[in-house]
């Protein structure tokens, strides 16, 4: 039996599907004035309550606080150590709307698992923070440089503990073996659970983020062997720690914190995130969070972050080769 | 500690503060309430609304809604089998059972008592030895995390019921689920299938929701009851027969929920199941459990508080999160300037004593708000199926949605609650399931570890007295009821006659269904496993006596 509603059914159809095409054609060109509009999500690949889920909320609140008449929204999206949130970030290619906060394991999760995106799938906008590690062991340790630490575990592998094969402690391992040291890693879930490790003295020595370790330096459970900082903390209590380099090891590590926009977005859009998120650096919220968690200021826009992604590429395939 | 005590008090006791407790609670049970919106994703969304306040006001107000989620999320798991938590997965058992007995009420507000009492008592012996406890923690290192990590799984023989082999079996396969994702030893993806969403692993929060949620309703429309569940209205208050039989619960739930809350990274969900297990060896009706038991509600929510107050341990001393919530909670302290650590007990004595004074006030809101409120909310049970069921589903996606923002996790939630489904039908007991699947990231990690520190020799674990003492005790949860049948046969008929008479006639509701007429010696041997029999039955023969009444 014929329907009745065929003819305007197959009608309705041809319509929908011949507006859904000029639709798709006519995506108009992004104006120079772009501004985002509405919601824009900032997208997390870590737990909150995480380093960057923190950094993450600090750059949201102080983008808000420019009451440009957009409302940033951090977003959660965790698992596999970034690999999921960095993933799905690729789905988003083309929309102005949308940020990612990353860091270092952007570089170096790439060159470790089989994933499929690089940092450069994304566009970068601002690198805002760089952050370092520091050596430290307990106040017994019979060790009290990383220059003796190496020396050491030349004769005997020391047991160390490590947050993550992407994060910024397996830098750490991986310099000081290039210098010759020799240890055995105990994996942990988060660099609370490292220093606690060598606070119930499972552990012998312990990478951890300044933030971490000035608690601890403080209440005298731990002494600091050395940081891996290019020049010393600018701290009544980290600076009295000399840095790797000065003790006579070639080691550094630098991990970096910045806002990335999805591939494939217009010019004006890369040129207004850059601007706003300069603007949000000037806030007090993000003074605070500097400071208070002992980073390093940074603030390499567009361009720049873009040759330092790079550079830094280069230097992780030698360690992860 | 009496004068850190009224510090902390001094602190928290303002009018601006009691509100925003009262607001926290508020809101967190509502965020318990809908299933997946758990308290860890409700903690990160109200971060940044606290921003605004000062920093004591900010944290009581996420206290409020940590303590009021759990407790949210012990309402659903009670009344719509639906566990708004991990923690609260064990609460289904008994309390769901309860719920379709016309009980409600009484689990409900039981579970408040429970819940309030256990958090008292935690919060003073916190006040007490906090510092003493955080010593502990730092003793346990992975060793003893994996003597700990055993005896969790030791108790899915508990959680098995009749049939070891099959309990042990679907334990297994909760481990093998938990073993997608990438591992946690060599950051190798394992069983992803080149499948990006599946290297964070199958979260069971998801798990959790398709097995119970989806699961019981797909259950209840095979079994094809039409009416909803009228309770009377002297059922839903709670007698006295229930209180006494809930005290010694309530205590052995308190105790092992605050030792394990007191362990970095053990979390509250181990300490629900842990306390559960310790009511199916030691109380006095652990036979009834199963079937609908207040003891079996009471236990496992009083276990969760006082585990999740033990947690500030070490999340404060250590800087190491006991669990989820937490870990969003010491990332808002983060936020503040607060950072944790050995010092932050002298540097920051207001703050943090204020913190557990507000945790003793949000604690009495939340049992002036809820125990009024039991009654009121058991009659939700009345709505109609129809109304109902695709409410449960919609907000079970929902939840399930936005617990990662991810369409695989709601894929996960069809998927398991198919699972759950062919379980209920095939009377597979749930529980070891879920808690292979929680146990078996912590002990794989510990495991790890373990090996790590030892370059592999596993004879490290035998090394130290903490870990021999705790595999002990597992070795005793498992052979324990056994060998005390060996040693003393004679007293076994003895021992299940008192328990057939005890304070059965004050429950009528509870007596509705058959009582399973095993011989008394393979009541023995199963020790109240009879949870798997009863439960089709039960449901039959409620729907029976509802419309006979």
Redesign the interface.
């Known amino acids: 039996m014929k329907s009745p509603l065929r003819v305007p059914l197959v009608l309705t159809s041809v319509a929908m599907l011949v507006s859904g095409c000029s639709l798709m054609n006519a995506k108009p060109p992004v104006p120079d004035d772009w501004t985002p509009r509405g919601s824009v999500s900032a997208l997390v690949a870590f737990?909150?309550?995480?380093g960057s889920?923190?950094s993450a909320?600090v750059i949201?609140?102080g983008l808000n606080e420019l009451h440009a008449g957009f409302d940033v929204n951090?977003?959660?999206?965790?698992?596999?150590?970034g690999?999921?949130g960095w993933?799905?970030f690729l789905s988003e290619k083309g929309n102005g709307n949308a940020l990612l906060v990353a860091e270092t394991a952007l570089n170096t999760l790439p060159l470790?698992?089989?994933?499929?995106f690089t940092y450069r799938d994304f566009t970068p906008l601002v690198m805002f923070a760089q952050d370092s590690r520091m050596v430290v062991a307990r106040k017994d340790a019979p060790y009290d440089t990383c220059a003796d630490l190496v020396e050491a575990s030349r004769k005997k592998p020391v047991?160390t503990g490590s947050s993550?094969?992407?994060g910024a402690d397996s830098l750490v391992i991986a310099e000081f073996k290039k210098n010759g040291g020799r240890f055995?890693?105990?994996?942990?879930?988060?660099t609370?659970?490292v220093?606690?490790?060598l606070?119930?003295?499972?552990?012998d020595v312990a990478p951890a983020s300044a933030?971490?370790a000035?608690?601890?330096l403080?209440?005298g459970?731990f002494k600091a062997l050395c940081t891996l900082t290019d020049k010393r903390y600018k701290d009544p209590v980290l600076g009295k720690v000399p840095t790797a380099k000065e003790q006579g090891l070639d080691a550094q590590v630098t991990v970096w914190r910045g806002v990335l926009a999805p591939g494939g977005i217009a010019e004006p859009q890369r040129r207004y995130w850059i601007k706003a998120i300069n603007k949000a650096m000037k806030s007090r919220t993000y003074r605070?969070y500097i400071k208070?968690?002992l980073l390093i200021p940074a603030d390499l826009s567009g361009q720049k972050f873009a040759d330092y992604l790079d550079a830094y590429d280069r230097q992780m395939k030698e360690v992860y080769r | 500690m009496i004068d850190n005590i009224v510090t902390g008090f001094g602190a928290a006791l303002s009018a601006e503060n009691l509100l925003w407790c009262f607001v926290g609670v508020l809101l967190g049970t509502v965020i318990g309430i809908l299933p997946g919106l758990g308290s860890?994703?409700g903690?990160?969304i109200l971060?940044?609304v606290t921003?605004t306040f000062p920093p004591l006001t900010a944290l009581i107000m996420l206290a409020g809604i940590y303590h009021g989620a759990q407790f949210g999320a012990t309402i659903t798991a009670i009344l719509i089998a639906t566990p708004g938590e991990a923690s609260s997965v064990v609460s289904t058992l008994d309390g769901y059972r309860m719920a379709r007995q016309g009980r409600a009420g009484p689990a409900l507000a039981i579970s408040a008592l429970g819940a309030f009492v256990s958090a008292m008592v935690s919060l003073f012996a916190l006040a007490a030895v906090a510092p003493f406890f955080a010593h502990l923690?730092?003793?346990?290192?992975?060793p003893e995390m994996l003597a700990v990590m055993i005896l969790g799984l030791c108790t899915i023989v508990v959680f098995s019921g009749r049939n070891l082999l099959l309990g042990m079996g679907l334990g297994l396969t909760g481990i093998l689920i938990a073993c997608i994702?990438?591992d946690?030893?060599?950051?190798t993806?394992r069983y992803t299938f080149?499948q990006?969403?599946l290297?964070?692993?199958v979260p069971y929060v998801e798990v959790m929701i398709g097995l119970f949620a989806i699961g019981e309703l797909l259950n209840q429309l095979h079994i094809g009851m039409a009416e909803p569940i009228k309770a009377r209205f002297r059922d839903l208050l709670l007698t006295k027969a229930d209180l006494k039989r809930a005290t010694p619960a309530t205590a052995r739930g308190t105790v092992v929920g605050f030792l394990l809350g007191c362990l970095?990274?053990a979390g509250t969900t181990l300490a629900s199941f842990m306390a559960y297990g310790a009511e199916k060896r030691f109380s006095k009706n652990r036979r009834k459990l199963g079937t609908g038991a207040i003891e079996g509600v009471v236990a496992p929510d009083a276990a969760t508080n006082a585990a999740s107050n033990a947690n500030f341990v070490?999340t404060l001393v250590?800087?190491?999160?006991g669990g989820?919530t937490t870990?969003?909670?010491?990332?808002?302290f983060?936020?503040y300037?607060i950072?944790?650590?050995?010092?932050?007990f002298e540097n920051q004595p207001t703050l943090v004593w204020g913190l557990l004074a507000s945790f003793f006030i949000g604690n009495v809101i939340l049992l002036i708000l809820n125990l009024p409120l039991a009654p009121v909310l058991a009659q939700l049970l009345r709505v109609r199926y129809a109304i109902m069921y695709p409410l449960i589903i919609v907000t079970s996606l929902i939840g399930a949605y936005s617990v990662?923002?991810?369409m695989l996790s709601v894929w996960i939630v069809i998927f398991f609650g198919l699972v759950g489904y062919v379980m209920k039908r095939l009377s597979f007991p749930v529980a070891p399931l879920v808690l292979g699947l929680v146990i078996g990231p912590l002990f794989e990690?510990a495991l790890?570890?373990t090996s790590?520190?030892s370059?592999g020799d596993t004879m490290v674990l035998l090394s130290s007295p903490t870990a021999v003492g705790i595999l002990l005790l597992a070795l005793l949860l498992v052979a324990g009821p056994t060998a005390a049948k060996r040693l003393r046969p004679a007293r076994r008929g003895q021992a299940a006659g008192t328990h057939s008479s005890a304070g059965r006639p004050s429950e009528a509701p509870a007596a509705r269904f058959p009582e399973p007429s095993l011989p008394a010696h393979r009541a023995e041997t199963d020790s109240g496993t009879t949870q798997t029999v009863t439960e089709s039955r039960s449901d039959n023969s409620d729907i029976s006596s509802e419309r006979s009444s």
């Open positions: 737990a909150p309550g995480g889920d923190r909320r949201a609140q951090v977003e959660n999206k965790e698992g596999g150590s690999a999921v993933a799905s470790a698992y089989d994933v499929p047991k993550g094969k992407t055995s890693v105990v994996p942990y879930g988060s609370g659970e220093l606690t490790g606070l119930g003295g499972q552990i933030a971490a000035k608690p601890y403080q209440s459970d605070d208070n968690d | 860890a994703t903690v990160a971060i940044p921003l923690a730092l003793d346990f290192g992975p994702g990438v946690v030893g060599s950051g993806p080149g990006i969403d290297f964070g692993g970095p990274g070490p250590l800087g190491v999160p989820a870990a969003v909670l010491l990332g808002a983060l936020i300037g950072q944790p650590g050995p010092l932050l990662k923002n991810s990690k790890v570890q790590a520190l370059a």
